[in-house]
């Protein structure tokens, strides 16, 4: 395998360092790096020399550790610079903004990968590197710890050291010139000796490039990330979200919906993720530690093994409904057990709990028998000191027991001076023991959260039937009629008629300037009506009185219009008044409402909101939030997420009620991919009355900017921080005998037709794919191959429209082809891969299907696009020489061809590299 791009600072098998003092580096370093180390020291005058057998070398050194005052940094790099060091470690302690420039064009220039400046540095205790500040190597492990503060970092390998807790990797990043966290956790997934990551993080600098990493890292391995800054941003300066022209102050009107809170949109964007969240530091060294140590478990059901119920009621106190964690209910048969080892007056239900003087063979025992219950996901342990039992034997006995179980045993031991030695025997055997039952709970809460966040991303939503597109021209006219206007409100007309052209339901609305249009209106529509002043000026039209219900005839029509202008032009005498609406009366009385909003993030763009009808609050207690790009089952996970799910949706509406609000959301979420002008929109009520699910008063404001992007494709939407489906790459296609077909980008709708299309393939077609004999994908593979980051890849298929064996009369969507590439590390070129379906080979379909491929990955700007092919696969050879691509022997495998298309100007193509993951 090709090295990674990081390995020269993680992995270094060469290095320097430069400093004013000596580093902890040459303590740990194992003697054959130590014997490819040149160090030098800074003289009186902050200066040093570069030998001349370093500078301009043949063989670049990997990594320059480099531990100056700031007022040397510069000097040093320019004199480091002829060396051409592959990666550096600026290990500066003050801050500043000109080294940061500095340092990122000095990286750029000397194509190297810089940490720092204003880092703490990294260590790599496997391997003896410890290029960081911190004196002590740290133990082993497998938790990797990336944070963007030095004193964090500082502060957790002090706890570690004597905590018994072990990393494979720790890095502070510093200032982040050159490196950031997607690239460094991109290293970390692909890591060996990472098993999990823990992550401070205090901002984020590209909503994009951190969603899409932080999505890969989450897909593979646990992530906790905890993020200072509850209430707001603390390192870039951020505009809040709010609606881009407020009503003017005479209005009387009260502010628009009040704004998401930062916080609860980074929650939103961690749980699409996959990630957890903690919120607190302590949580942090919890989530660690387990982390190191835990197995994962698969569920979040906990049962509390105890030697007092005081101990054990505080653990219970942090289960139950809205938590992390759930109380499991033990079988009979694991009671029976418990009573008959543990002593007569033991409790032998959830929790578990010795009264008498623990025994250490009965509490190992009892530790068996719990993790054995196939209604328990894991155990937690909780002992206070007891001076009759032999509390170090209880210890021993645990450590013998916990490490071996097949689920997730976390030990607390409750107590400083006699109990601290007892937690390190448990942490010394490879189970993590606490000091209080909150960080225990928390440390289990943490991966119980993981698995379900994994689970949720597994689930896999059914085929979805053809839906109708949406009108985008007709939209984008509308924005231009209203930009061109001078107006970033749109009418409420202009704003139903928006809504229309993505076939979201609407109550009919007419613009009305004078009575007698009124009266043609309300004839035209049916009494009864409701009329609204229509004003863009005018945010809440109750605040002026510009709202009539129920009017049921043309004389109450009339009376009500005039009083209704009256009343405005009172109220808001500088407000411009185009005239009234006329609409149809949405619902009758008791008819559920809900609201759906969409505002914009400064950092992380549109998010969409839901919760109950003409409310004022946007707390997490009341709305729930969601990123777009959102399919069926993301939507309905949203709805789900809301309080007004639990009171008024879950019951009082139909089934078909429910699918319709799913897909008005859905809807929702399409208008904010396609229109990155939207800069807000408010539909409340969205009226539900039976099956029938309708937009009431709706809102829209457009961005100060008009959005410059002409080609939103791979690669575009620069207004989201999720690459949304690229609904532009859809080709509509026909075989030579004019059957027709579609090549179109895959969706996470598409995991059944996709395994059904793997069982089809013949064995040799599966094997000239996967090199294996495997009859169908594994559901983290279907999930993995279906839920595509557009960011990073792009997954193509071929359909066609099929009779649907299961239901007579109806048509399915068949999968008869998929191409898809993958992009590498470097982000300048990507491995293809390509299987047509057995029945539909020689068609031309693959020559199809690679055409649309490389022409998406040059839109993408990619350099070059390769794919390793097994010799004896002619048919695909010849088409890919058809296509232009270069055939050659694969240096490590002579079995293997690689194939490779220059797409652009650029290098010469990498080497060859196995199949990545999903390729």
Not at 219 to 228: E, G
Not at 279 to 301: E, I, N, T
Not at 517 to 523: C, T
Not at 648 to 660: F, G, N, T, V
Request: proline fraction near 9%.
């Amino acid at each position: 395998m090709s090295r990674h791009a990081l390995s020269p600072l993680f992995d270094p098998q060469s290095l320097i360092a430069v400093s004013d003092r000596p580093l902890p580096l040459m303590a740990s370093l194992p003697a054959a790096l130590r014997a490819r180390t040149a160090e030098f020291r800074l003289d009186a005058r902050l200066r040093w020399t570069l030998p001349a057998e370093l500078a301009g070398a043949t063989e670049r050194p990997d990594l320059a550790v480099i531990g100056v005052p700031r007022a040397a940094l510069r000097n040093t790099l320019e004199t480091l610079a002829p060396a051409r060091p592959r990666a550096a470690a600026v290990l500066t302690h003050e801050p500043s903004l000109e080294d940061n420039e500095f340092c990122r064009a000095w990286a750029a220039a000397h194509d190297c990968v810089l940490l720092g400046p204003h880092s703490f540095g990294l260590q790599r205790p496997h391997a003896g590197l410890n290029a960081s500040v911190h004196p002590l190597l740290g133990r082993a492990g497998r938790v990797a710890l990336v944070t963007q503060s030095r004193s964090i970092m500082a502060v957790v390998m002090d706890w570690a050291d004597d905590n018994r807790t072990g990393f494979s990797t720790v890095v502070s990043l510093g200032a982040e010139a050159a490196l950031d966290v997607p690239r460094v956790l991109d290293f970390l997934v692909a890591d060996p000796r990472t098993d999990s990551i823990a992550l401070y993080l205090e901002d984020v600098r590209d909503a994009r490039e951190f969603m899409s990493a932080i999505r890969a890292a989450a897909s593979v391995k646990p992530l906790v990330v905890l993020k200072a800054g509850h209430g707001e941003r603390t390192r870039t300066s951020v505009r809040p979200l709010a609606a881009p022209d407020a009503a003017p102050a005479d209005t009387a009107a009260p502010a628009p919906p009040p704004p998401i809170a930062a916080d609860t949109v980074f929650d939103a964007a961690l749980r699409r993720a996959g990630a957890v969240r903690v919120r607190y530091f302590v949580q942090l060294f919890s989530a660690v530690k387990a982390l190191g140590f835990a197995k994962l478990p698969s569920g979040r059901r906990i049962a509390v093994l105890a030697n007092g119920s005081g101990p054990a009621q505080l653990a219970l106190d942090l289960l139950g409904p809205g938590r992390p964690v759930m109380r499991a209910a033990l079988a009979d048969a694991t009671r029976r057990e418990l009573a008959a080892t543990l002593s007569p007056n033991a409790w032998t239900d959830n929790p578990v709990v010795e009264f008498s003087a623990p025994d250490p063979q009965a509490c190992a025992q009892a530790v068996r028998a719990i993790v054995a219950d196939p209604g328990v996901d894991g155990l937690l342990a909780v002992f206070s000191p007891d001076p009759e039992a032999d509390m170090r034997a209880v210890a021993q006995a645990l450590a013998q027991a916990a490490p071996t179980a097949p689920k997730p045993v976390i030990t607390c031991f409750m107590g400083d001076a006699a109990m601290r030695p007892l937690r390190r025997i448990l942490d010394d055997a490879g189970s993590p023991s606490f000091r209080t039952p909150e960080a225990a709970v928390d440390a289990f809460g943490n991966l119980a959260t993981y698995h379900y966040n994994q689970q949720l991303l597994l689930q896999t939503p059914p085929p979805e039937p053809p839906g109708q597109e949406p009108d985008l021209a007709g939209a984008r006219i509308l924005l231009d009629g209203a930009r061109s206007e001078g107006r970033l409100t749109l009418t409420e007309p202009e704003s139903k008629a928006l809504l229309a052209a993505f076939h979201i339901p609407v109550v009919q609305v007419i613009l009305a300037r004078t009575p007698a249009e009124a009266v043609i209106a309300a004839q035209q529509i049916g009494f009864p009506v409701a009329i609204k002043i229509d004003s863009p000026d005018v945010v809440r039209k109750s605040a002026v009185r510009g709202v009539h219900l129920d009017i049921r005839n043309s004389t109450e029509l009339v009376t009500a219009y005039h009083r209704m202008l009256a009343n405005a032009h009172a109220a808001a005498p500088q407000a411009h008044i185009e005239g009234i609406t006329v609409e149809a009366m949405a619902g009758p009385p008791g008819s559920a409402k809900v609201a759906i909003g969409v505002a914009r993030d400064a950092l992380f763009g549109p998010v969409i909101r839901f919760g109950p009808a003409r409310s004022r609050s946007d707390s997490p207690a009341n709305r729930s939030v969601e990123l777009p790009p959102l399919n069926g089952f993301l939507a309905r996970r949203l709805m789900e997420r809301s309080p007004i799910w639990r009171y008024a949706l879950a019951e009082q509406i139909s089934p078909r009620a429910l699918d319709m609000l799913e897909d008005v959301l859905v809807r929702i979420s399409e208008i904010v991919c396609a229109l990155p002008d939207i800069e807000s929109m408010d539909i409340d009520p969205v009226m539900i009355d039976g099956d029938r699910v309708v937009a009431a008063d709706t809102r829209i404001t457009l961005t100060r900017e008009p959005a410059r992007e002409a080609d939103p494709g791979i690669g575009g939407y620069a207004h989201m921080a999720i690459h949304p489906y690229p609904a532009r790459l859809v080709r509509h296609l026909q075989f030579k005998d004019g059957a027709p077909y579609t090549i179109r980008p895959i969706r996470p709708e598409d995991a059944a037709p996709l395994q059904e299309f793997t069982r089809q393939l013949s064995e040799h077609t599966r094997y000239m794919r996967f090199i294996s004999f495997m009859r169908e994908l594994s559901p983290r593979t279907l999930a993995r191959y279906t839920q595509v980051d557009y960011h990073r890849e792009l997954a193509l298929v071929a359909t066609v429209w099929e009779a649907d064996p299961g239901h007579a009369g109806e048509l399915r969507e068949t999968i008869i082809g998929v191409a898809r590439y993958l992009l590498y590390a470097d982000g300048d070129s990507a491995e293809y891969a390509l299987v047509i379906g057995d029945a539909w080979q020689r068609r031309g379909l693959g020559m199809q299907l690679m055409t649309a491929l490389v022409d998406a990955a040059r839109k993408q700007g990619l350099k070059i696009i390769e794919g390793l092919v097994l010799g004896t696969n002619r048919p695909m050879l010849t088409l890919m020489a058809k296509l232009g691509f270069r055939v050659d022997v694969d240096d490590e495998d002579p079995s293997m061809r690689r194939v490779w298309l220059r797409l652009n100007d650029g290098r010469s193509p990498p080497a060859a590299t196995p199949p990545a993951a999903g390729s």
